[in-house]
C-alpha cells in the first residue's frame, strides 16, 4: 500500500527548498519540483496554493535565450515557514520518536 506525505509536510518541504536556495535570491520551478520530490502536476498544485496565500511570489527571468521561473518566499512565506517547522516537530517529529 503506497504511503502518502500530509499536505502540511509537502507544504514545509516546498518552502524548505525555496529557503534553502533563497541565498542565491532565487529557486528556479526545476529545482523546487526536484527538491520537494513531487510530480509537476501536484507540484504546480500545491505552488499555486502557496502563491494564492501569498506565501511565495512567481518571477520570470530570462536566463540566456530562454525564460525560467523562479520562486521566492514573502515575509508572509518566511513567518509561515517557521510557523509550519514548529508544527511539524511537534505533530511529527515527536510522534516518530515515541514510535521507535
Not at 527548498?17 to 504546480?44: D, P, W, Y
Request: a positive charge; charged letters at 35%; hydrophobic letters at 35%.
Amino acid at each position: 500500500m503506497a504511503k502518502y506525505r500530509p499536505a502540511i509536510k509537502i507544504v514545509l518541504k516546498i518552502l524548505e527548498c525555496i529557503s534553502k536556495n533563497q541565498a542565491k535570491g532565487r529557486a528556479l520551478k526545476t529545482h523546487v519540483i526536484q527538491c520537494a520530490n513531487l510530480k509537476t502536476t501536484s507540484a504546480e498544485k500545491y505552488i499555486k496554493m502557496l502563491k494564492d496565500a501569498g506565501y511565495i511570489e512567481e518571477k520570470r527571468e530570462n536566463w540566456g535565450e530562454r525564460e525560467v521561473i523562479v520562486y521566492e518566499m514573502t515575509s508572509l512565506g518566511r513567518e509561515r515557514f517557521n510557523w509550519f517547522r514548529r508544527i511539524n516537530d511537534e505533530l511529527f517529529v515527536s510522534g516518530d520518536e515515541m514510535e521507535q
